[in-house]
């Protein structure tokens, strides 16, 4: 069992969520641990083996305010450009919960580390990493 200081029930709750790429055709809904045969041809295609799914809304899992998930996003973007990474717009989110959706961004080819910083950097609980298997994982940062 891996230690973390994430209480159970966010886990779960980060492990039933889905995560919506919602920008590309055909759109794309990503489970953890379920492989799903689009992301794989989406991968292939962008000619990656890897990427990240990484929000900069809610840190640790604390809701903020609208402005404050908002300029969190923005800032997570102008990084993500800065290191000319390419990426799809998505959002997460547990079905038939009252917590809102949270904008994403899927970063096609973001090694694991670095989205593991990224992830960090807005203090979030974990990201989604999807390897060369097209399979998402949850990584938890904390």
């Known amino acids: 069992m891996v230690q973390t200081q994430i209480a159970p029930d966010k886990i779960r709750a980060y492990k039933a969520s889905s995560y919506r790429l919602e920008h590309c055709s055909p759109s794309i809904a990503l489970r953890i641990d379920q492989q799903h045969p689009a992301l794989a041809g989406l991968l292939s295609q962008r000619g990656v083996s890897c990427g990240a799914f990484i929000t900069a809304h809610n840190p640790r899992g604390t809701q903020q305010s609208d ?24 959002s ?46 949850l990584i938890l940062l904390r």
């Open 67 to 90: 402005q404050a998930n908002d300029a969190a996003h923005a800032q997570l973007a102008s990084q993500l450009a800065a290191l000319s990474v390419p990426c799809i717009e998505g």
């Open 92 to 137: 997460g989110s547990e079905e038939g919960t009252p917590w809102p959706a949270e904008r994403s961004y899927f970063a096609l080819g973001l090694s694991l580390q670095a989205a593991r910083n990224m992830g960090a950097f807005f203090n979030q609980d974990a990201i989604v990493w999807v390897g060369a298997d097209a399979i998402p994982q």
